[in-house]
């Protein structure tokens, strides 16, 4: 487990939409963790998906961040400059034998997995647990279509003893190891890069925390599934394995997390109808 001197997280938005409570409440636990201990905060726009991303966003996201008196390093590390980055650890997963080429629609996931002969289909950190239909296809027959999957199987094979990670965050405080069966079972062959971007947000996110030092990741309850894909895939790069702070989401009155559509919620919103940064923090209960 990474531990080094220097304390050092990051907060990392995907532009696509205004910095809600959600947002604000996440960005401002990693500072104080940060401040607390004379540590680092770092700022990561997580752009890989064009589509979405909107620098405009980019500019209301630091804004808004600046506003609620958060400092960090600039320029923030974007992701979409880094895609040749991506490629790269991509090409190693692939030397190593751990992927393949998958030409499945989500209609022809769900197909496979209605088939009689199938098990209950299981809901995985990235949806539906892939059935496996394209394992074994080679990456030679990769098509323009294709995504490219880990076989997470040949990926548990190769590690052999699995690693773990510490968590410090309130409701899975605590060590926490990898179980395979878990993996294989509910997780599955997870897709490490999307046919429309190349990429994927799990390779992104292991490449650019072991490329700014993380030690800590602070991030909401609803990645703490994700977090085993993210451990294995950095044991599988002999990447550092950081601690990991997963936080309370701030949900709205029917009891649902935030989303970008809240726009009543988004930090801009409140500050028009005269809020200060400090009722910010109120109203996130911090
Ligand atoms: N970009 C992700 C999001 O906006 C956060 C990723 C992370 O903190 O690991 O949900």
Same mark, same amino acid.
């Given at each position: 487990?990474?531990?080094?001197?220097?304390?050092?997280?990051?907060?990392?938005?995907?532009?696509?939409?205004?910095?809600?409570?959600?947002?604000?409440?996440?960005?401002?636990?990693?500072?104080?963790?940060?401040?607390?201990?004379?540590?680092?905060?770092?700022?990561?726009?997580?752009? &890989?998906?064009?589509?979405? $991303?909107?620098?405009?966003?980019?500019?209301?996201?630091?804004?808004?961040?600046?506003?609620?008196?958060?400092?960090?390093?600039?320029?923030?590390?974007?992701?979409?400059?880094?895609?040749?980055?991506?490629?790269?650890?991509?090409?190693?997963?692939?030397?190593?034998?751990?992927?393949?080429?998958?030409?499945?629609?989500?209609?022809? &996931?769900?197909?496979?997995?209605?088939?009689?002969?199938?098990?209950?289909?299981?809901?995985?950190?990235?949806?539906?647990?892939?059935?496996?239909?394209?394992?074994?296809?080679?990456?030679?027959?990769?098509?323009?279509?294709?995504?490219?999957?880990?076989?997470?199987?040949?990926?548990?094979?190769?590690?052999?003893?699995?690693?773990?990670?510490?968590?410090?965050?309130?409701?899975?405080?605590?060590?926490?190891?990898?179980?395979? $069966?878990?993996?294989?079972?509910?997780?599955?062959?997870?897709?490490?890069?999307?046919?429309?971007?190349?990429?994927?947000?799990?390779?992104?996110?292991?490449?650019?925390?072991?490329?700014?030092?993380?030690?800590?990741?602070?991030?909401?309850?609803?990645?703490?599934?994700?977090?085993?894909?993210?451990?294995?895939?950095?044991?599988?790069?002999?990447?550092?394995?950081? @601690?990991?702070?997963?936080? @309370?989401?701030?949900?709205?009155?029917?009891?649902?997390?935030?989303?970008?559509?809240?726009?009543?919620?988004?930090?801009?919103?409140?500050?028009?109808?005269?809020?200060?940064?400090?009722?910010?923090?109120?109203?996130?209960?911090?």
């Amino acid at each position: 487990m990474a531990e080094t001197g220097v304390y050092r997280t990051r907060f990392a938005p995907s532009p696509t939409g205004p910095l809600h409570l959600g947002h604000a409440f996440s960005a401002l636990t990693g500072f104080d963790r940060a401040q607390a201990c004379g540590g680092e905060f770092l700022l990561r726009i997580e752009d &890989i998906d064009t589509a979405r $991303s909107r620098p405009e966003w980019e500019t209301q996201i630091e804004t808004d961040l600046t506003w609620l008196g958060l400092a960090w390093p600039r320029p923030a590390l974007r992701q979409s400059l880094r895609r040749q980055l991506y490629a790269a650890v991509l090409a190693k997963l692939s030397g190593m034998g751990l992927t393949y080429p998958c030409r499945c629609r989500r209609g022809d &996931i769900r197909a496979a997995l209605s088939a009689p002969q199938t098990s209950t289909p299981v809901a995985g950190p990235d949806g539906l647990v892939y059935p496996g239909t394209c394992r074994g296809r080679s990456l030679a027959e990769t098509g323009p279509e294709d995504a490219i999957r880990l076989d997470m199987r040949r990926a548990l094979d190769r590690l052999g003893a699995l690693p773990g990670f510490r968590e410090t965050g309130p409701a899975h405080a605590g060590d926490h190891a990898l179980d395979a $069966s878990t993996l294989v079972e509910s997780v599955g062959d997870v897709i490490l890069a999307r046919r429309d971007i190349g990429t994927s947000y799990h390779v992104a996110v292991v490449v650019d925390d072991a490329h700014q030092g993380i030690t800590e990741v602070v991030r909401g309850n609803d990645l703490f599934e994700a977090t085993q894909i993210h451990v294995l895939l950095q044991a599988l790069l002999g990447f550092p394995i950081p @601690r990991y702070h997963h936080h @309370r989401l701030i949900l709205d009155e029917n009891g649902k997390r935030l989303a970008k559509r809240d726009a009543a919620r988004a930090v801009a919103a409140y500050r028009a109808d005269g809020a200060t940064p400090a009722d910010i923090r109120t109203l996130v209960g911090l």
